[in-house]
């Protein structure tokens, strides 16, 4: 079995770039994901990407991979992680399809959405309920549609949709929307939008598709008629897999300044983490991190 310098697990902004730096010192390396792109291929449109002062996500996603693409690295595509351990020296990675060694690992898995888990949702779901407001939006054109959530992921798919919908309800748990203010002020302004706080979806409704929800508002239930359901309510870190790494509450690996975890050889980098701020700036700039580090680690052990 080849046993690789580096192992990166995931490919979005973080992996990626660790990728495309590894190659640069010429480690000898497998990249091994569920996709291409991460979150960014999911985002609607991105104006603070220094560098671009406008462009889509799955833009960006493309141009992360097309450089990608430039260097001769292994990339095992459709493979999910399912654990990942340390026997002495080496590190052994098993995806749903294969094993995998490897003298050093960065774990850049992103994170996956969390779901609500109310009646209907299961039922409904690519019936008219979705979680990606870029991939699925345009199948909405002139419907009315909820969009469930109060942060940046709601705002960016509302955003996104009140440029397709003939109407979004945005139901959000809280007192207030959450996010850039920026955002917050282009969605309150739209008159194709209509915010209803302190809001709380009880249950997904429909025959073969979805035709309404119903929310918990101030004490009372309500019924909505809607022909699209996207729910935004945040994310959880694909983390599970990484058995004795340490990690805080949320389920995000901990890392110090340099990427590591507190298992020596294995690193991690972007959303997985719990270094502030998700942004995909800050992935990108913590995979190159990784990278470095990574190669730091083997110049300074005899592996």
């Known amino acids: 079995m080849i046993i690789y310098d580096l192992i990166i697990i995931g490919a979005g902004p973080a992996g990626i770039t660790a990728a495309v730096y590894a190659a640069r010192k010429r480690l000898n390396m497998l990249v091994v994901t569920g996709d291409i792109g991460g979150q960014a291929a999911w985002s609607g ?10 462009i889509s996500g799955p833009e960006l996603a493309a141009k992360f991979e097309e450089h990608l693409r430039q260097y001769a690295i292994t990339v095992k595509e459709g493979e999910t992680a399912v654990s990942l351990e340390k026997d002495g020296q080496v590190i052994r990675v098993t995806t749903d399809k294969g094993s995998y060694e490897g003298k050093t690992a960065i774990i850049a898995s992103g994170k996956r959405t969390r779901q609500l888990d109310v009646p209907g949702e299961k039922d409904f779901k690519n019936k008219g309920l979705t979680y990606c407001a870029t991939c699925d939006g345009p199948l909405f054109s002139d419907k009315v549609v909820a969009v469930i959530g109060g942060g940046n992921s709601a705002l960016d798919a509302t955003l996104q949709l009140t440029k397709i919908a003939k109407h979004v309800y945005v139901i959000n748990i809280g007192s207030d929307l959450t996010g850039d203010a920026i955002m917050i002020g282009k969605v309150k302004d739209d008159g194709h939008v ?8 009880i249950a ?20 909505l008629k809607v022909q699209g359901v996207f729910v935004e309510i945040g994310l959880i870190p694909n983390s599970d897999f990484a058995k004795g790494i340490e990690k805080n509450q949320k389920g995000e690996i901990k890392v110090d300044c340099h990427n590591a975890t507190n298992i020596p050889a294995i690193f991690a980098a972007g959303d997985v983490t719990d ?5 995909i700036i800050i992935a990108a700039g913590e995979g190159s991190k990784a990278a470095l580090s990574v190669f730091r680690y083997l110049s300074r052990n005899r592996l």
């Open 275 to 279: 270094v502030p701020e998700k942004q």
């Open 204 to 223: 997904i409704t429909g025959e073969k598709m979805v035709n309404a929800i119903k929310i918990s508002r101030q004490g009372k239930e309500e019924e």
């Open 45 to 54: 449109d991105i104006e603070n990407y220094t560098g671009y002062q406008f």
């Open 194 to 201: 209509t915010v209803l706080n302190n809001a709380r979806v």
